[in-house]
């Protein structure tokens, strides 16, 4: 990942709302993040934390109404995302932007084979022809390890298993060699056997294609192990960023640090009672003026109640470049 | 397991629940899924067995036939004594409030449209003749145990979170002071910040009450946390069952070699550095498992024996019980 290319994909100051008959839901508020060639950005947070929203936010996936991005700049290259309309965003998507969702059941269409649904975007995108596209998506199989791949293109999603339906996901999504790949809980719906499969390829696929990847999971087990950087979303902000080797190791945020106690571990001192966040993550009904976490917060102070921290630099490298924390607090002391 | 000098509480022995498959224009029996196929093994009061394996390896199944939601095909369940497998249906009725459950999805096992107290009271509606008012106060100890306001008595499940709903279901669960409860895969549909706090719940229950708990996951580092023994299921049969600190520092049967090196664990130096057990392939279906043992087909150590003969669960050390022929009797020393 070499520290000073130009990023692939390098979002500003996105903000989406939900409008709901109860009233807004700020569901992201001022994410910021960039995305390097050929890195793997690990996106962890917890249900509602508005990790997915921001994702589908970037190439207009949510429905609108009831979703609206409200502000922002998302840029693919020299283009911005939010501005270039639907349908130069339908060419984005697919072709640019490769997406694989958490169940490959729900995801892929019942009622036409694997094949064709693999060849629909290279014929979409690509303009091949069905002769092209079929060699192609045969050779796609073939690259996500699924064996007798010429054969097994004319299978409906039904006669595969979980584990090889999320390998057909990867297939269309790398169909049209994407900058970005973008996995929203990849893996979550599989069993760990077959989830340790997925990842093996994932990273097998990475070395081949070189792809930027962005990896959203509530697992800190599995960005652990194949992140190159982590971004930790609470309340729709990002509250820590950093390489992955030093959130793990230095953890800054009150929330992440709560959040790397919690998980039992499977080596180790075996702690006689878990750590306990209390409470329960916040519903953002408004945009935020305070702390999301504060209601949470071990340390949180008057300033938490007061003022939304913005993300703060831990160290000389820019924010969003090295390890950034958007905390008042700090371990060190106020 | 027969050596143990307290009695057990659940005694389970050869317990097969094979579920008929029907074919065909006249829907004849075609065969059958096998979902458990026969399993034994014992928990003593007071003990927390962990059950883990991956979807469709029975385990929840054999939850469930353990409290006789299904009949099972064969084998016995003693339950404090009793056999629940064969007892009539009232004998079953009455057995009912020593065993209880905790499902795993909260949302689907509340009904919508009872409030908190006429779900928490339904079983002593059911088992006691109590008055409106000795229930209702049964009703707010429970909602103090399991850490719930008393206030929100009346609510209905939907206003509460998912960790709020799960101590629901607990409360219900313990309004009959059972002895024994089955807890499948109870934190599944939780985030992991709330985990923790149903499972801190679950074990200071235990303590406080003296209950003896089944506890079904997929989730193996909190099984670690939580269990005292664990056994590890594939397609329907158990491949080890052994004391915790052994389970986890030195598995001893080969798939639970690859189920504990498949978990990914929070810490990039380490992940950098570990070797993986990559399983190729996936589970055979129970309705057509291979002949000998079970997991043969994705064994990385597999040899001939293993494809004929079909290993049983033994004692190989000390408390630890694996069904593999690398343990059998011609080869003893072996692993």
Redesign the interface.
């Known amino acids: 990942m070499p520290d000073g290319a130009l990023p692939v994909l390098d979002v500003r100051g996105l903000k989406t709302v939900f409008r709901t008959r109860g009233g807004e839901v700020h569901a992201v508020n001022s994410v910021s993040f960039m995305l390097r060639p050929g890195e793997l950005l690990g996106v962890v947070g917890e249900s509602g934390s508005g990790k997915s929203v921001t994702m589908m936010s970037l190439i207009g996936l949510l429905p609108s109404p009831p979703a609206e991005v409200r502000a922002g700049q998302v840029m693919l290259g020299d283009r911005d995302l939010l501005k270039i309309g639907p349908r130069a965003l339908q060419d984005v998507r697919g072709a640019k932007v490769g997406f694989v969702f958490q169940d490959p059941m729900t995801s892929l269409n019942p009622v036409f084979t694997v094949g064709s649904q693999i060849m629909e975007p290279l014929m979409r995108h690509m303009g091949m022809n069905r002769a092209e596209a079929r060699k192609r998506a045969t050779e796609l199989l073939a690259l996500v390890g699924i064996p007798d791949a010429q054969k097994r293109l004319k299978a409906y999603p039904h006669q595969f298993s979980g584990g090889m339906r999320q390998r057909v996901m990867i297939a269309i999504a790398l169909a049209c060699d994407p900058d970005v790949l973008i996995a929203d809980e990849p893996t979550t719906a599989l069993d760990v056997t077959i989830q340790a499969q997925i990842i093996e390829l994932v990273k097998d696929l990475r070395q081949k294609l070189g792809m930027a990847i962005i990896w959203i999971t509530h697992d800190l087990g599995v960005i652990a192990g194949i992140a190159d950087r982590v971004m930790v979303m609470y309340g729709g902000q990002v509250v820590e960023q950093a390489p992955v080797a030093e959130l793990f190791a230095d953890p800054r945020h009150p929330y992440t640090r709560a959040l790397l106690k919690t998980i039992p571990s499977l080596t180790g001192e075996r702690g006689a009672r878990l750590q306990v966040i209390e409470g329960q993550p916040p519903i953002m009904t408004a945009e935020p003026v305070a702390c999301p976490f504060r209601a949470r917060c071990a340390h949180a102070f008057a300033r938490c109640e007061a003022e939304n921290p913005q993300r703060r630099a831990v160290d000389d490298r820019p924010v969003g470049l090295g390890h950034d924390v958007a905390c008042h607090w700090s371990p060190e002391g106020v | 397991m027969l050596d143990a000098s307290p009695l057990p509480l659940v005694r389970v022995r050869d317990l097969k629940m094979h579920f008929p498959i029907y074919a065909g224009l006249l829907r004849r029996r075609a065969g059958e899924v096998k979902a458990v196929d026969g399993v034994s093994f014992d928990i003593m009061p007071g003990e927390t067995l962990g059950l883990v394996g991956?979807?469709g390896c029975g385990k929840s199944t054999v939850g469930r036939a353990l409290l006789r939601l299904y009949t099972p095909t064969a084998g016995s369940v003693v339950i404090d004594g009793e056999d629940v497998a064969t007892l009539s249906p009232e004998a079953l009725r009455k057995k009912r409030p020593t065993m209880q459950m905790v499902f795993q999805d909260p949302q689907a096992s509340l009904n919508p449209r009872m409030t908190l107290a006429a779900i928490i009271s339904e079983p002593l509606d059911e088992h006691t003749d109590w008055s409106g008012e000795r229930k209702l106060d049964r009703v707010h100890e429970l909602m103090d145990q399991v850490g719930l306001n008393r206030a929100f008595a009346n609510r209905y499940p939907h206003e509460f979170?998912g960790?709020q709903r799960q101590r629901i279901g607990i409360a219900r669960a313990l309004a009959l002071n059972p002895k024994f409860i089955v807890c499948d895969e109870p934190i599944a549909a939780l985030?992991?910040?709330?985990?923790?706090?149903v499972?801190?719940l679950l074990?200071d229950l235990q303590e406080r009450l003296g209950l003896t708990y089944l506890f079904i996951s997929?989730d193996?580092?909190?099984v670690?946390?939580i269990a005292d023994r664990v056994a590890v299921m594939y397609l329907g049969q158990i491949a080890e069952l052994s004391p915790r600190?052994d389970l986890?520092a030195r598995p001893l049967h080969p798939y639970a070699q690859?189920?504990?090196?498949?978990?990914?664990?929070?810490?990039?130096?380490?992940?950098?550095t570990?070797k993986?057990i990559?399983?190729?392939g996936?589970v055979p279906s129970p309705a057509n498992p291979p002949a000998g043992c079970n997991f043969c087909t994705r064994c990385p150590k597999v040899f001939d024996r293993c494809r004929v003969e079909e290993p049983r669960l033994a004692e190989v050390e000390a408390g630890r019980f694996v069904a593999c022929h690398l343990y059998g009797d011609t080869n003893k020393t072996a692993g």
């Open positions: 991956e979807s979170s960790g985030d992991v910040s709330i985990q923790a706090q499972v801190n074990e997929h193996l580092s909190m670690r946390h600190d986890y690859a189920l504990l090196s498949a978990v990914p664990e929070p810490d990039p130096v380490r992940e950098a570990r993986r990559i399983l190729t996936d």
